[in-house]
């Protein structure tokens, strides 16, 4: 992939991969292994480290962004949790703590353990105008494509994943069900072509 390449892309996957392929990351084959703790030397580091801050500000932006499909508190609060930590303002053991709880959101969804809430919960994203659901989505066709039911589930595991995002490894490309969260113009926002001058 080009700098012009980067700049016009609307694929925020493909640019993801680029990314990690420059690093020497193969896109295939990653085993991601969720259960480590977040460290407080995840919050900070040196020149290696910012690509992954950046990241994880990105995934968290990314969360923002799909708001809507995160009705439970506990994925919402997981976020917020995730984003104070790298502010300085909660500890690796406040977010590796909550963790449960926000895991425990994608479960209820997973599971139809709470089903009248998920019925609430599907409804109010079928009440969204389309054309906001649409443009939370990338590509927008995924609105067309996944059922509402499937985006809320595949959207609170996606918040669980960026709120341990420091302590999941291998770290490389994110799982193919949460691409269609992620905004290349976003992630233009968070992290720079690599090797453009002076970046």
Known sequence: MTEADWHRSNDAGAMLDYLWEWRGVSPDGIGLRFGGDVQESDAAGGADDRFGLSLHRFYLASCRGIWPLLPQEASRR????????????????????????????????????????????????????????????????????????????RAAYFADYVMVYPSLRPQGPPPDSYRPFLSAQVLRRHVRYPGAAGK
């Open 78 to 153: 997981g976020v917020e949790l995730a984003e104070q930590f790298l502010a300085g303002e909660a500890t690796a053991e406040q977010v590796s703590e909550y963790n449960w709880h926000t895991e425990g959101a994608a479960f209820v969804l997973d599971y139809n353990t709470a089903p009248e809430d998920i019925a609430r919960w599907v409804a109010e994203v079928q009440a969204l105008p389309p054309a906001e659901l649409r443009g939370l989505l990338h590509p927008p066709e995924t609105a067309d494509e996944v059922e509402p039911r499937e985006l809320l589930k």
